[in-house]
């Protein structure tokens, strides 16, 4: 369990990363490669994922209440049963996304693709 709160990781290549459970709460992730990145369980309130390529990232169970997703890729991306409450997914490509059991309450997903996506059970 890595503790990167508030870590600038800006473009960095964090491809199949394992950071399940990391606290990376209010860190700088804009940019970052997480494609194929084991997220499961992690920290990420607060925290800026704006432009980062996600594709095929596990974030099963995240907390990502507030955080900043804006034109962030993230294709076939497990996130069932997050919470995206207050997030910022404007622009973002959520194609063929996993969002079973996550709490979209006031997310914004203005310009989204959501393409595919399973929504079972999410409100």
Known sequence: ESNLQGANLSSANLT???????NLQNANLSSANLTSAKLAGANLRNADLSNA???GAD???ADLAGAKLSRAVLAKANLSNVDLSNADLSLADLTGANLENANLTSCNLNGANLNGIKFTGAN
């Open 59 to 61: 974030l099963s169970k």
């Open 53 to 55: 390529a996600a594709s």
């Open 16 to 22: 199949s990363a394992q950071l399940g459970a990391a």
